[in-house]
């Protein structure tokens, strides 16, 4: 029960089988910003029809952050999937690049400068990607996320997410913190 | 004003300055910090709005810039774009553009909501809504400035400085004339326990090396008898004090625990697993109780022993003792140095042991999802997986105690081999065997009886600071539910309601789970008493938060819920909550019988209530049928029942409790249509009288609703009865209704 927008090409839209997800032909898909200093994504699909503002997300945020981008209407329908970024012409994906890198702020700890643990809770004082932090995370356990080998997620008392690419990275303190949650 | 942040001098001295003949700052209406630069990264960026314009200044270490001067007059709406982690305020400009003014991480996601609205009210010349600090500010520990979560107002950091140690000797406290009882027995104990060895002296030197006084022999042993049978009836009577004391102190400790995971909130289990949370009162509990049933005497009475045999060694040869003494700080900081080893093992274990329990609980719960997806193998697979980890984690643990231990033994005893050597000699050279002359063959026999006499205790104390680590990661843990703050409680001088009328009004509430994902997003609904309505659209649109707002199981993040004018969290949650009557889509039965389920809510109703329940639930005739009638057993979850018969109980158990707002959750979902008839019929006679909320998915059961809400992303759609909403032509309602017409058209194929 989407609201689609009345096309021309919504002929062509009909044929399809609406439950199947659709996978955008990057040839055809063209992103780009109607003025400059607007933050509205707009969406060209040659030959079928434009969004006046679309949402960029990742189906796998952790698991394949490079694949498989959704590009979502103003009413955060489904529009279609992207597989790959790097099919799409430079400008469109320099533009998804950076809607992904505004969308998704979870900074990349780089360096743990201090670490303290009390009953499952710990106070981290950290470098980031996106610059230093100091975060809680309360209840420890129920607050990390493995992402992978070595690889974690913690979530803070206040909803911020935290990234640690290698948990063995960060030194012993950081190491007996966190694998003891993976 | 919450709106309004102090601006640095900086900020404010680029702002500085006159347009329009007008100084800007005069007439700051909001000023707010955001914590995300221009390029993504951390950094502070202010967002300023005066009568005329809204300003982002960027702090950088360059300086202060502007980076963003928009009239008012250009505004058309103003709203914040809820991303991963963080958020963005947005303006829709009248010429159809957006602007993004700034973003900021999830943690600032409710001030700048308020900050949006506030700007949107600004621009369009209307009233600034209202908004309280408490709503929009960041909790922080007033001691140490680090954020709080929403749920407490504990500060794990800064709560209780006192060693978790001495809050647990804490609840000895009600019992401190046993205490006292106990130390004097202790004392007594350590004092005739360190006799024997003094006989055994006094028999070697003065009976059987110089071969005088036979007569003595029979006498000193029987000395030597009657002090061990001292000795141990003083323990038993210690023993059995100290596990009446300790038991009580574990109780209370244990209910607090329990009673304190009653009160707390459904936000609290949201974010933690039933495994982890059952283990800390089962497991940790447990724990605690073997250190302060042994662990606590066992430090005592060895540290009395030890310190008395050191005395009497001391009395009869202190150079000796020094020389036994000198192994001792070794294995103390051996032991400690082992430990410190040792304890990152068990940590890891124990977390190992609860993952696998809690893990056990999941997939036991959902065992028919397994089975029907023949999923065994996996389960299996994944079960070995962490059984194995625990098994590894374990016996490195066990290997690591395993070989320390016995060095470190080794090490402790090497006080005996002095004691032969240097006393040894001495005993060898002091040929008149007097101890007024030297070292006798009888004092070098104390001093082995001795040194043995203290290798256990020694040793022991070695253990015990693996037990009290142990038994003190334990107790942080259940003082950590203990010192949970519910978060939704009655507040003081709550407004007492013995009988609610059932007028409910909602005002703007605002609501989100957590700060990243808004639900509800200003619904508003007045309802009359004794009204009926029902709670309509998508599946995740916020049908299901209404109605926990309603239990208040949550409390809403803005607005406000009134009932029969009374602000929901300034109502006495005792009355609120004995007033509200649930009917869920999957009713939970306790096990118990039939009878105990339906009462559970009035444990004194009398058994011709609960059959007059029963019966205008429709449930009465079938279990009459049942061989055990009202006293048939219902298992887990109910599992002998179907479905729907397991819904009339638990109405019946709604009727019997008789509320004054009820809500129904998707009541009839899962029944067939016969089933469903009845359920209705028992529904009809359910609601009557009372104000009703009621959430179907199938919508023909509505009709009887007085009106329809119609929710959509967290938005009241639609409001009007069920004809009304229907006669929309394009509206959601018709559109829902056309939808399920078409479904069963497809079923009834």
Redesign the interface.
């Known amino acids: 029960m989407s609201s689609n927008i009345e096309t021309p090409g919504a002929e062509a839209a009909e044929e399809r089988n609406p439950f199947a997800i659709r996978f955008l032909e990057p040839s055809q898909v063209q992103l780009f910003h109607s003025a400059p200093g607007d933050a509205a994504i707009r969406l060209t699909i040659e030959g079928e029809l434009s969004w006046l503002s679309v949402r960029i997300a990742r189906a796998f945020p952790f698991s394949d952050p490079a694949h498989y981008i959704g590009l979502r209407d103003e009413e955060d329908e489904d529009i279609g999937i992207i597989r790959d970024l790097k099919e799409l012409d430079a400008e469109s994906r320099a533009l998804a690049q950076t809607a992904l890198d505004r969308r998704y702020f979870t900074p990349k700890v780089t360096k743990v400068k201090s670490v303290s643990e009390k009953s499952g809770s710990a106070t981290f004082d950290v470098e980031t990607d996106r610059g230093p932090a100091r975060f809680v995370v309360r209840s420890l356990r129920d607050n990390s996320f493995s992402l992978g080998y070595h690889r974690m997620m913690l979530v803070d008392s206040e909803g911020g997410r935290y990234e640690f690419p290698d948990i063995t990275a960060y030194g012993n303190k950081a190491y007996f913190v966190l694998s003891k949650v993976m | 004003m919450a709106l309004l942040d102090d601006l640095p001098d900086a900020v404010r001295a680029t702002l500085g300055g006159v347009r329009d003949g007008e100084e800007l700052v005069d007439g700051t209406l909001v000023s707010m910090a955001g914590d995300?630069?221009l390029d993504?990264?951390?950094?502070e960026r202010w967002l300023i709005a005066d009568r005329r314009a809204v300003t982002v200044a960027t702090v950088a270490k360059g300086g202060v810039s502007r980076d963003l001067e928009l009239p008012l007059e250009q505004i058309r709406a103003v709203r914040v774009d809820t991303?991963?982690?963080?958020g963005?305020l947005?303006i829709d400009t009248k010429s159809g553009?957006?602007?993004?003014a700034l973003?900021f991480?999830?943690?600032l996601?409710p001030k700048f909501g308020a900050a949006a609205r506030a700007l949107e009210a600004i621009a369009k010349e209307e009233a600034i809504p209202e908004t309280s600090a408490a709503d929009v500010e960041?909790k922080v520990c007033p001691k140490c400035g680090?954020?709080?979560?929403d749920d407490?107002n504990v500060c794990?950091?800064c709560v209780d400085k006192r060693a978790v140690l001495l809050r647990l000797l804490g609840y000895a406290m009600p019992f401190r004339t046993q205490c006292i009882l106990i130390a004097v027995l202790m004392l007594a104990g350590t004092a005739v326990s360190v006799i024997p060895p003094i006989f055994q002296q006094k028999l070697t030197d003065e009976v059987l090396v110089p071969h005088k006084h036979f007569d003595w022999i029979g006498g000193i042993v029987f000395g030597l008898i009657l002090v061990s049978i001292l000795s141990r009836a003083l323990t038993i009577w210690r023993g059995r004090l100290a596990a009446w004391i300790s038991n009580r102190m574990v109780y209370v400790l244990r209910t607090q625990a329990y009673n304190r995971l009653q009160e707390l909130s459904l936000g609290y289990y949201d974010?933690?697993?039933t495994g982890?949370l059952l283990a800390r009162v089962t497991q940790d509990v447990n724990e605690l109780q073997n250190f302060m049933v042994d662990g606590i005497q066992f430090f005592l009475v060895n540290s009395l022993t030890i310190v008395g045999i050191l005395v009497i060694m001391f009395r009869y040869n202190w150079l000796l003792t020094l020389l036994v003494l000198i192994p001792v700080p070794i294995t103390v900081y051996l032991v400690q140095a082992t430990w410190k080893r040792l304890r990152?093992r068990l940590?890891?274990l124990y977390?190992l042991r609860s993952n696998l329990s809690a893990s056990l609980t999941s997939v036991l719960s959902g065992v028919r999802v397994v089975k029907a997806f023949a999923q065994e193998e996996r389960e299996k697979d994944q079960f070995e997986d962490r059984s194995a980890k625990l098994r590894d984690a374990t016996s490195y643990y066990d290997m690591g105690v395993a070989t320390y231990f016995p060095m470190i033994e080794f090490v402790t005893t090497l006080g005996v081999y002095v004691i032969w050597l240097v006393g040894g000699r001495e005993v060898f050279s002091n040929f008149s065997n007097k101890p007024s002359e030297g070292m006798t063959l009888g004092v070098l026999g104390m001093f082995l009886s001795y040194t043995a006499m203290l290798l256990g205790p020694l040793q022991g104390m070695t253990r015990i600071a693996d037990w009290m680590s142990r038994s003190t990661a334990s107790a942080?843990?259940v003082?950590?539910v203990i010192d949970a703050e519910p978060d939704i409680k009655s507040v003081e001088n709550a407004v007492r309601m013995p009988r609610i009328e059932g007028h409910v009004e909602l005002r703007s509430v605002r609501f989100s789970y957590?700060?990243?994902q808004p639900v509800l997003d200003g619904v508003s609904i007045d309802v009359k008493a004794g009204e009926m309505i029902g709670l309509v659209g998508h599946s995740g649109a916020g049908k299901s938060t209404i109605i926990n707002l309603l239990s208040r199981f949550y409390d809403v993040k803005e607005g406000a819920i009134l009932i029969d004018g009374v602000d929901i969290r300034n109502i006495d949650l005792g009355d609120l909550r004995r007033q509200i009557g649930v009917v869920l889509q999957e009713p939970y039965l306790f096990p118990g019988s039939i009878a105990d389920n339906i009462k559970y809510a009035r444990p004194d109703a009398a058994p011709e209530e609960i059959m007059q329940a029963a019966k205008a639930a429709n449930a009465h005739e079938f279990i009459m049928r049942f061989p055990d009638g009202y006293d048939t057993f219902v298992g887990e979850r109910g599992a002998r029942l179907s479905g729907g018969e397991r819904q009339r109980i638990s109405i019946a158990r709604a009727i019997l409790h008789d509320p004054r707002i009820l809500i129904l959750d998707e009541a009839t979902a899962s029944v067939d249509t016969q089933t469903e008839k009845k359920i209705q019929d028992a529904i009809a006679r359910l609601v009557a009288g009372r104000t009703t909320f009621a959430i179907a998915h199938r919508l023909s059961t509505l009709r009887n609703a007085n009106r329809l809400m119609v929710i959509e992303r967290g938005k009241l759609a639609e409001l009007g009865t069920h004809d009304e909403l229907l006669a929309k032509p394009d509206g959601t309602f018709r559109?829902l209704v056309d939808?399920q017409r078409e479904v069963n058209q497809i079923n009834e194929l």
């Open positions: 995300i630069g993504g990264s951390f950094g991303l991963v982690g963080s963005a947005l553009g957006v602007v993004e973003r991480s999830a943690a996601a960041r680090d954020p709080l979560p407490t794990i950091k974010k933690r697993q982890s990152g940590v890891r977390h942080e843990r003082f950590e957590d700060k990243n559109k939808l």
